[in-house]
């Protein structure tokens, strides 16, 4: 069975950073695109980010510069490295995996909370 487990939310104040990691199991790790989602109450899951085609990377405005995307084959892990947070950062963040070649091959983590707050 295919299970991507994130880890690393918690509360920070803003302009504080945290680190997000995500585990996958059970898949040939390196045939998948990997990401980070996530949600606030009251709105639509948004990109935050993504790795692309040919492994480029790919950024939400509003994170762009501030967070960065990286992943360990090795490990079978992705990263989201964020700083200079900002309350409106604050949201369910979740990790994504889709199958390269077959878009409909498509796992999500659960998600872990994140919140920025003084």
């Known amino acids: 069975q295919v299970q991507l487990v994130e880890s690393g939310g918690g509360l920070v104040q803003p302009g504080g950073s945290l680190r997000l990691s995500c585990v996958a199991s059970?898949?040939?790790?390196?045939?998948?695109?990997m990401g980070w989602y996530r949600q606030a109450p009251g709105k639509e899951r948004e990109l935050v980010a993504s790795?692309?085609?040919?492994?480029?990377?790919n950024y939400g405005d509003s994170v762009k510069g501030r967070f960065t995307i990286s992943r360990d084959n090795a490990k079978k892990m992705v990263y989201l490295q964020m700083n200079n947070l900002k309350p409106e950062d604050t949201a369910v963040y979740y990790c994504?995996?889709?199958?390269?070649?077959?878009?409909?091959?498509?796992?999500w983590g659960q998600g872990t909370q994140v919140t920025v707050s003084s």
């Open positions: 790795y692309t085609v040919g492994d480029f990377t």
């Open positions: 994504k995996a889709q199958l390269k070649w077959n878009p409909a091959v498509t796992y």
């Open positions: 059970g898949m040939i790790f390196r045939d998948y695109r």
